[in-house]
């Protein structure tokens, strides 16, 4: 009582946080309940009748249900590989520039699509990679035929992974930089001491410093390895596409939303939230046992 005396102002202000997450993340997860019926909307939950495991064997069953979960684990991988490498090597190109104000104007420029919505971004993008769009006008001029980006589906998933990158690699930079800054500088001075080049000294100094952090950010992303983007790929899907670009998320919402299977789609949502917190558990122990780091 005399520690909560001197401490319940902190409370109060995490009571209105605790609320919202209660009310809004807690409560819901009742509907769980949907996932092993045969929910029907104006029967709710007790009037539904109760299938057990049904729609979870019915997921494995249907073969679009297969090809989704493929389409979100590559689409996911991928993300995940170019998101860690694209602003590692930029980091490191970064650090490289000795005149300040012109570092700090690139890293403004390459932080900017970060703060963009995929709702604007997805606009922007069906213009630009149309078959009559400005990408494929300079393809033309150089003899290419009009690459269908967006409704290919040989196509698409570059297209959702290169345009992912290019979003989000200057706001992943920024972890990379403060590791960067945070260098001992008499390492470089003794390796110039010794005769070593720039390169040499990125070689065997930098990069074996930021690897770790690298390690670190790698391995914790993988607990969100079943989180393709549901924005952007909602934003830049079509029909044409399904086969190759739909993925757990998208997939939930037509059959869920879109054509009322709601314990169906509850049993997909379930299945990848509970993958996606074993690997999550998995990625923490494996942080803390290769990287010496942990949260809790």
Known sequence: MKTLRKTWPFHVMLLPSMIFLLLFSYIPMGGI????????????????????????????????????????????????????????????????????????TIQTMVYLPHFLSWVILGGILIDLLATDGFVNRILSSFGVQPIFFLGDNDWFRFTVIVSDVWKEF?????????????????LYEAAEMDGASRF??????????????????GTLALGNVLNAGFDQIFNLYNPL???????????????????????FGTAIGLFKSVISMVLILLSYRAAYKWANYRIF
């Open 170 to 186: 200057g706001y992943n930079t920024i972890i990379f930089l403060a590791a960067l800054a945070g260098i001992n500088p008499a």
């Open 241 to 263: 596409v399904y086969e190759k670009g739909d993925i757990i998320d998208t997939f939930v919402y037509r059959t869920a939303i879109l054509n009322g299977e709601m314990g």
């Open 33 to 104: 309940v949907m996932a092993f019926q045969d929910y029907k909307a104006w029967r709710g939950f007790t009037g539904s009748e109760w299938v057990g495991l049904e729609n979870f064997r019915y997921l494995f069953e249907r073969q679009d249900s297969i090809q989704v979960i493929w389409n979100t684990l590559i689409i996911a991988v991928l993300k995940l590989i170019f998101n860690l490498f694209v602003p590692f090597v930029f980091a490191l190109l970064l650090n490289e520039i000795r005149k300040v104000r012109l570092q700090r």
């Open 200 to 217: 040499r000294q990125t070689l065997h100094i930098t990069i074996p410093s930021i690897v770790p952090i690298a390690a670190v950010v």
